[in-house]
Nanobody
């Protein structure tokens, strides 16, 4: 499936941003979805994930309580609401889709078959 990201940009510390990731493919609801990020010089890391029906969500400890992942399968879209942003949240953010079936190892990049194009989030101090 093709994933198209939107949102992101520059925000001051303490501010909020919402990232969106949309697909035109109606099989979107068959996929678990995840958000990853990669800061300069660092490896890409898992930020959050949500199961295909939205029944379960997962968060990295660094964003727990500040970020919220959600999805609207009727709109084929997954969201990442980011609140109380910190300069260390600065990174390129990617959405990704993992086929459902078996255990969902949401932090493992190999689980994900399709990726968005990435969007820059910059948090100024």
């Amino acid at each position: 499936i093709h994933l198209e990201q939107s949102g992101g940009g520059l925000v001051q510390a303490g501010g909020s941003l919402t990232l969106s990731c949309a697909s035109s493919d109606h099989s979107f609801s068959l996929y678990h979805m995840g958000w990853f990020r990669q800061a300069p010089g660092l490896e890409r890391e898992s930020v959050a994930a949500i199961t295909w029906g939205g029944g379960s969500t997962y968060y990295a400890d660094s964003v727990k309580g500040r970020f919220t992942i959600s999805r609207d399968n009727a709109k084929n879209t997954v969201y990442l609401q980011m609140n109380r942003l910190k300069p260390e949240d600065t990174a390129v953010y990617y959405c990704a889709a993992a086929p459902r079936g078996g255990l969902f190892h949401y932090t493992e990049e190999d689980e994900y078959r399709f990726w968005g194009q990435g969007t820059q989030v910059t948090v100024s101090s």
